[in-house]
């Protein structure tokens, strides 16, 4: 019975994967467009949305290579190849930036990319659907409240002066600490924030996951004396094992966006040396120091080095697991 449970759980990795077609199955483009028109009727906001936001707006990467003048615009403006990406790597606050970019990515990495999975295989054996929806709404509800509050909330939690941690620190006979001024502290209170934050949006994508399984894996389980972390090993993961992979790859060829909203909220000009990442260095010389050259040879750095990361992520985690981003 125990391998019957298996065999069902790695079905259901396999039905993810496509099935090849002989040259008789195949079906033209227009065919499949034809049979599924509903679902393509759909997708054309969606198509027109990144084409006029996200495509369209791509010629503005040759101001990276050109000295620009608002006056002339982006065509008319003189080219100087290079040297905006030689002043950036030559620049001491680049490697600084570079090296927070990546540390901060890689926390996240580490401590907020399972949680979500975590959470979803917990709620998903909650029995009691009020206290599971109750719990689903409590943790889904900070995804929509804004950074900008967010940080003034830790703010006055964590302030020296009137903060509520550090009255309770003075009434325990501790002296107060500048939480928000000492690097060392940066990094925890910000994971916690993006747990706090971001960790009950994730668990949507895994309980749906998790909806798609055959019910009669676990009743076959349940026969076979399997408790429910056996259930969850040898079941629920590796049946939604194809969409970790897949927001695995999404978050590693994501490393070099390490999250402008909470470190721009969070971060102040004493903690530069573990807050300042590439985006906020983007920011300070494209938008305060007016820039823009150099922001955009930033960002088109910053993009490279994240599509290389992406087809790399998704390279070996196929070869090793056999299942990709497409598939």
Request: a positive charge; proline letters at 5%.
């Amino acid at each position: 019975m125990r391998e019957e449970v298996r065999d069902g759980a790695e079905s259901c990795v396999s039905e993810k994967k496509p099935k090849k077609s002989g040259p008789k199955g195949k079906t033209t483009l227009w065919r499949r467009i034809l049979n599924h028109w509903e679902l393509y009727v759909m997708m054309i906001p969606v198509v027109v949305f990144f084409l006029i936001f996200c495509y369209f707006p791509m010629y503005g990467i040759v101001i990276a290579f050109k000295e620009y003048y608002p006056t002339r615009g982006i065509l008319g403006s003189p080219w100087v190849g290079t040297t905006h990406f030689e002043w950036l790597f030559s620049a001491p606050e680049f490697l600084r930036a570079l090296k927070n970019t990546i540390v901060i990515s890689l926390l996240k990495l580490v401590f907020c990319f399972p949680i979500p999975i975590i959470l979803s295989l917990f709620l998903n054996e909650v029995t009691y659907l009020k206290f599971k929806k109750a719990v689903q709404t409590a943790i889904y509800l900070p995804y929509f409240i804004s950074w900008v509050i967010i940080s003034s909330t830790i703010y006055t939690l964590l302030s020296v002066n009137g903060g509520v941690v550090n009255n309770i620190l003075m009434a325990l006979g501790i002296d107060r600490v500048n939480f928000l001024t000492d690097s060392s502290y940066f990094y925890p209170i910000l994971i916690l924030a993006e747990i706090w934050k971001g960790a009950g949006w994730g668990t949507v994508i895994y309980i749906s996951a998790m909806s798609g399984v055959s019910p009669e894996l676990y009743e076959a389980a349940t026969l076979d004396g399997c408790g429910r972390y056996r259930k969850m090993r040898y079941i629920t993961l590796p049946c939604i094992m194809p969409i970790i992979v897949v927001m695995f790859i999404l978050q590693v060829g994501n490393i070099m966006n390490a999250g402008f909203d909470s470190v721009f909220n969070l971060y102040n000009p004493a903690i530069y040396d573990v807050s300042d990442i590439l985006d906020t260095y983007a920011y300070r010389i494209g938008i305060s120091q007016g820039l823009v050259e150099r922001g955009a040879a930033l960002g088109l750095f910053k993009t490279i080095i994240n599509f290389c990361l992406l087809l790399g992520a998704n390279f070996i985690v196929k070869k090793f697991n056999g299942v990709g981003i497409y598939g």
